[in-house]
């Protein structure tokens, strides 16, 4: 016969097991997302950052050659050149797509229509980056490029979009802003929908004008999403590849090489080593730059 303590004594027991099965719930729930992690997102970062010590050229042992690779990017002309021509094209986009970005997205506020606008303008970012990038190199052809012909027509000379150094980063630059400020526009639109009716009437019964509610009301409150903004436009900078590699191929005169295309070099070349090590200075360069930024936004907000 089952005494009353050997009850009780099997009552916990069984309470027990069962609050241990509801806390491995979780763990259970998002263990498929921490495997996919582990496998293609952390175990590439820590074998990328290994190889960057190495010499290795996809076969073989791995070479241990210490901090040789960053030595030699670090003193690479070529490098820091690729560096400087992903920044040029961050400094022609990044504070333009905002801008803009924001200017729009504040128009759209109360349209009409809204999800017909929204659906124009993600268009160019869904749309295969291949076939726009031949379209804009039809555009800017120098002799028989339609923005060549309309500033002719318009009584100014032809300029050569692809041919000179200039020329080439407007030309990306135009690109990547026409490709991604759609998607820009589409982040602050759901950000400025958070943000109260009630601020904005408050501010017209106060006497504040159209510029004084942007500057002092809506700037400050999408501050979180221009950050976010900000950031994923920085990251698009920097590994740039296809726009520059199908419009200029890098050219002329490597004016469009860019830090992607400077990494993509020691791919083809199998120097997968340098190219790890590439990758690190990369992120390492474009975190101080989101960082950088977003202070600035934040600094706004506070």
Known sequence: ?????????????????????????????????????????????FFALQLSFTN??????????????????????????????????????????VLLALTIAVTLRKARFRALFSAALIAPFVTPLVAMAQVWIILFDHDF??????????????????????????????????RTTGYAVILLMAGLSSVPPDVYEAATIDGAGAWQQFWSITVPLVT???SFVVV??????????????????GGPFNATRTAGLYLYKHITNSDLGLGAANSMLLVLMVVALSFASIRLLRSRED
């Open 1 to 45: 016969m089952v005494t009353v303590t050997e009850a009780t004594t099997t009552r916990r027991a069984v309470t027990t097991v069962r609050r241990r099965r509801v806390r491995a719930a979780p763990y259970l729930f998002i263990a498929p997302f921490l495997l996919v992690f582990a496998a293609f997102s952390a175990y590439p970062i």
């Open 56 to 97: 290795w050229h996809g076969a073989g042992a791995l070479e241990v050659i210490g901090f040789a690779n960053y030595r030699y990017l670090l003193t690479s002309t070529d490098f820091w050149q690729s560096m400087a021509t992903s920044g040029a094209l961050w400094l022609l986009v990044i504070p333009a797509q």
């Open 224 to 226: 979180r999403t221009l």
């Open 145 to 178: 490029g339609a923005v060549n012909h309309g500033l002719s027509t318009l009584g100014l000379p032809a300029i050569g979009w692809l041919t000179t150094s200039i020329g080439a980063k407007i030309t990306v630059a135009l690109l990547v802003l026409w």
């Open 232 to 249: 994923i436009g920085t990251l698009t900078i920097f590994q740039l590849f296809a726009e520059p590699y199908v419009v200029t191929g």
